[in-house]
């Protein structure tokens, strides 16, 4: 079963760029279906995007696509969340979770990593 290691997060302002990373490790990455999560205080946790098995189909929550960009390397066995254009809106803890055969995964399944917090000020 893989684990996962968030890294990246930060405290940024608002127009900023920040790149998340999900280190795995115990098995290939691109065997799982990889998801980056987010909560902030208050509210239910959304799924930001999703990399399927394979890395070839990609998806993005309307809230961050044209601004958000999830990637894999799989040299480094590592998946990326590219984040541009921030928003105040999108200050919240993310998470990485990786799990097979369903995709995306729902709470409680597959590998999730402990987290990394995004603070975005206007």
């Known amino acids: 079963q893989v684990q996962v290691v968030e890294s990246g997060g930060g405290s940024v302002q608002a127009g900023g760029s920040l790149r998340l990373s999900c280190v795995a490790s115990g098995d290939t990455v691109n065997r799982y279906c990889t998801n980056w999560f987010r909560q902030a205080p208050g509210k239910e946790r959304e799924r930001v995007a999703t990399?399927?098995?394979?890395?070839?189909?990609?998806w993005h929550a309307d809230s961050v696509k044209g601004r958000f960009t999830i990637s894999q390397d799989y040299a480094k066995n590592t998946v990326y969340l590219q984040m541009n254009s921030l928003k105040v809106e999108d200050t919240a803890m993310y998470y990485c979770?990786?799990?097979?055969?369903?995709?995306?995964?729902?709470?409680?399944?597959?590998?999730w990593g402990q987290g990394t917090q995004v603070t975005v000020s206007s």
């Open positions: 990399i399927y098995i394979g890395g070839a189909t990609l």
């Open positions: 979770a990786a799990g097979r055969p369903t995709c995306p995964i729902g709470p409680g399944e597959g590998s």
